[in-house]
């Protein structure tokens, strides 16, 4: 499912219209996506958590030349789905 098939659902879902249903999924997004960037823990209870991570420094290998590499320290976006969701998807 794409992002204007999620729209068509959540507006056929909700009784709005598709750009009400735009506007309030590119909110939701644009208000996730600033939270984590800052830090921030969202948690929807059912649904799942969305956080940032922080990923430490490790070393790894160039594929090419085998060379050993350090990859450098770094914050990664992360989801955490919450019970029911699990539930739902493999019962």
Known sequence: MNKGQLVDAVAAKANVTKKQADEIISAFLEVV???VANGEKITLVGFGSFERRERSEREGRNPKT?????????????FSPGKLFKEKVAP
């Open 33 to 35: 996506t600033e939270a």
């Open 66 to 78: 085998q060379e050993i590499m350090t990859i450098p320290a770094t914050r990664v976006p992360a």
